[in-house]
């Protein structure tokens, strides 16, 4: 069954702590992208990738990473820097134009 | 960047009315997608509609890109269409980023 999946899709976090959010696809996607949204907000775009082993910041970049060493697979990690990480994260992909996305991960720092 | 306006935020229909959603956008674009994102947040595609119009069962839109704006039409409206809607661009200069207005809050009620 073709898509893209993340896990979890719930997280908790205490502060200070890591922590890495999965995305996987088997579209054969070449572009993989990490959205943010807010309450009541639409989504903004922390990292992209059009290759692997290849990536680059989106508007919120500052206290995240990513890494890209499979076309399948873009994983996010939320590091301690990020100083207001309670959010919902969307992966999403895209082969040309139009972008597909997962189910989402919902992290909550307590 | 490239600014991207909905209208109405919030709207409140009677199942079988139709409504009408706008999105507004301040340049050019390569790209416009309409979304659908249910109670549980996935974001489901509509449209991919950098001009021209489409047409998908109760569902249309209509993109006029030298104007900057796109319509999203819903007929005869169901419970089953409550939830957010986005439009998103990729202007002119960015490639592959998706830029999101803040959406449309649809409530249908029985």
């Known amino acids: 069954d073709g898509g893209i999946t993340q896990s979890p899709k719930y997280l908790f976090r205490k502060e200070g702590q890591n922590v890495t959010l999965s995305c996987e696809q088997n579209?054969?996607?070449?572009?993989m992208y990490w959205y943010r949204q807010d309450p009541g907000q639409g989504l903004r775009l922390i990292y992209y990738?059009?290759?692997?082993?290849?990536?680059q910041k989106g508007d919120i970049a500052e206290g995240y990473s990513v890494s890209r060493e499979k076309k399948e697979s873009f994983p996010l990690t939320v590091t301690s820097a990020q100083k207001n990480p309670t959010a919902f994260y969307l992966c999403?992909?895209?082969?040309?134009?139009?972008?597909?996305f997962g189910p989402g991960t919902r992290l909550t720092v307590l | 960047g490239i600014q991207v306006e909905q209208s109405p935020p919030d709207l409140i229909l009677q199942e079988g009315a139709n409504s009408t959603l706008r999105c507004n956008f301040s340049d050019s674009v390569n790209n416009l997608q309409w979304f659908h994102q249910n109670p549980w947040g996935q974001l489901i595609n509509l449209f991919y509609?950098?001009?021209g119009t489409k047409q998908n069962g109760r569902l249309s839109a209509t993109t006029v890109a030298t104007e900057r704006y796109s319509l999203l039409y819903i007929s005869s409206s169901q419970t089953t269409d409550s939830g957010v809607y986005f439009c998103?661009?990729?202007?002119?200069?960015?490639?592959?980023?998706?830029?999101f207005g803040k959406g449309t809050l649809l409530t249908v009620n029985p």
């Open positions: 509609i950098p001009s």
């Open positions: 990738s059009q290759i692997v082993n290849d990536f």
């Open positions: 998103a661009v990729v202007s002119g200069g960015s490639n592959y980023k998706l830029t």
């Open positions: 999403a992909s895209s082969k040309s134009n139009e972008q597909f």
């Open positions: 579209l054969n996607h070449d572009a």
